[in-house]
């Protein structure tokens, strides 16, 4: 790799970040709009045209917001795990398998895998340095959801590795010319998504912010800039799973219907927050282990059946 390729990779990850937090505040206008028209009202509308301007208004008003600091806080902490948890969840963006220049590499998955993980460490800092019971029970509870969640996902994932037989993205694109995975795993791709809604504390398992009994969870001390960072981070890494949902089940990246796709998903995951009620904690962990983690394990023992079958 030459001087010159390195500095358009760098210009392309400069680029493609700008847009995705320029996706992020589009994200969140489409779902007012959405959650607005399911309940039989405009969504914003006031501010430039059908409100479009209103992302921008929102992040104006958060970052120039007086910010008042707890005193028993753990400053160093407090401070500095939103904004690496953001880092992470822009990270995993450069591993989306466009043709060029960008970081791409033949361990892609496990490097995504790896980012995935270290969210949950930065929401339990931001929970404990808080110093706050409601944080910290908010804490728990999404260290709990998201460890129990993260088992049955990596068994769905290694479903699909085990049928490309590498761990680089690139490669879904080649398998998918003729057939969707999304034809032939469709119980692991409604697997997959429910548990990506699980992973990322949305809507209906949004326990770690649940505000009817803990006053929003383990954010409940921040505000301003610092709650526009976890912000960020948490619809930065929903938009990407919308992303690595398309291309892992429906089809090539390289065509216009991956991005009609993509918004396709986007918009199912708003619609399941307009309709479904939040679960029981209970029903949750019942829902991982009792059901998806059996499906998961024996998708995963009949993939390696066949594929041990054709290579007799």
Known sequence: MNSLETYLSILSMIILLIMVLISVAFFTLFERKILGYMQLRKGPN??????????FNDAIKLFS????TTYLSN???FYLAPFINFFFSLLIWVLVPYMEVLFHFNYSMLFMFSCMSMTIYFIMLMAWSSNSKYSMLGG????????????????IILSLIFLILTF??????????????FWILLPLFIC?????????????????????ELVSGFNIEYGSGLFAAIFLAEYTSILFFCFLLSFMYLGSIYYLSFYLKVIMLVFLVNWVRGVMPRYRYDKLMYLNWKIYLPISLNYLILILGTILFMSM
């Open 46 to 55: 006031k501010v430039g045209f059908y409100g479009i301007v209103q992302p």
């Open 65 to 68: 917001k007086e910010y008042m």
């Open 75 to 77: 400053y160093l902490f």
């Open 140 to 155: 728990l509870r999404s260290m709990a959801q998201v460890i129990s969640y993260e088992v049955s996902l990596m068994l």
């Open 168 to 181: 680089n993205f690139l490669n879904l694109n080649e398998y998918q010319k003729f057939i969707w995975f």
């Open 192 to 212: 997959l998504f429910v548990s990506f809604l699980a992973e990322t504390n949305r809507s209906p398992f949004d326990f770690a912010e649940g505000e009817s």
